[in-house]
Each structure stands twice: as C-alpha cells, then as structure tokens.
C-alpha cells in the first residue's frame, strides 16, 4: 500500500506560479497529477514514469512542468502563467507499474490516489 500527500496548492492571481508536491511513502514507477473542478470530471494534467517518459494534457502545455525525485519518492508540478480556469482540486496519482504511455492521463488505471490539495486562480 502507498500513501500520497499532496502539498503546495493556494490562492493566486492569475499569471501568478504554484509548485506541488506529492510525497509516496515507497516506491513508484507511475505518476501522474490530475484535477477536478466543481461539475467537471477528473482530467488527467501531466504523467510521468521512472524513465522519463512524460505526457501533458493540451492546455496546460509550456506552463506547466512535471517531475520526479525517485530518490525522495517524491512527484512535483510547476504550475507557471496560471489562468483562472486552472482552478481545481489536483490529486496525485501513483501506480507500481509501468504504465503505456497512452494511459498516462487516465485517472482509471492509477491505483493510489492522494487527498487532493486545492488551486484557486483569480482573475
């Protein structure tokens, strides 16, 4: 069993920058950060595996970057030139395997999800 914990979101203006972290308590091969705002279904953000492969969703391409520490077992995301449609609740998501990298950004295939740490973008 893996434990997640999402930190680092907050309230910023928009254009404004965030980082989040997700801290696992073992290893992972799978990460990913998704978001879900009020009405809207879960959408997958940025996937990332322990080689390196990575995958974002269109809108948040060239603004957001995604990283791994594997040696802290730690997940992050830079979340740059923020737009108040950015604004969500952003899970982390982890998974032992290695995932195709179509599956990157499919919240169904993840097994362990974290709380969720809140991202408000005002205008």
């Known amino acids: 069993q893996v434990q997640l914990v999402e930190s680092g979101g907050g309230s910023v203006q928009a254009g404004g920058s965030l980082r989040l972290s997700c801290a696992a308590s073992?290893?992972?091969?799978?990460m990913g950060w998704f978001r879900q705002a009020p009405g809207k279904e879960r959408e997958g953000v940025a996937g990332?595996?322990?080689?390196?492969?990575?995958r974002y969703t269109d809108s948040v391409k060239g603004r957001f970057t995604i990283s791994k520490d594997n040696a802290k077992n730690t997940l992050y995301l830079q979340m740059n030139s923020l737009k108040p449609e950015d604004t969500a609740m952003y899970y982390c998501?982890?998974?032992?395997?290695?995932?195709?990298?179509?599956?990157?950004?499919?919240?169904?295939?993840?097994?362990?999800w974290g709380q969720g740490t809140q991202v408000t973008v005002s205008s």
């Open positions: 998501a982890a998974d032992l395997a290695r995932l195709p990298a179509a599956l990157q950004l499919r919240a169904g295939v993840y097994s362990y």
């Open positions: 073992g290893y992972t091969y799978s």
């Open positions: 990332i595996d322990s080689d390196g492969r990575i």
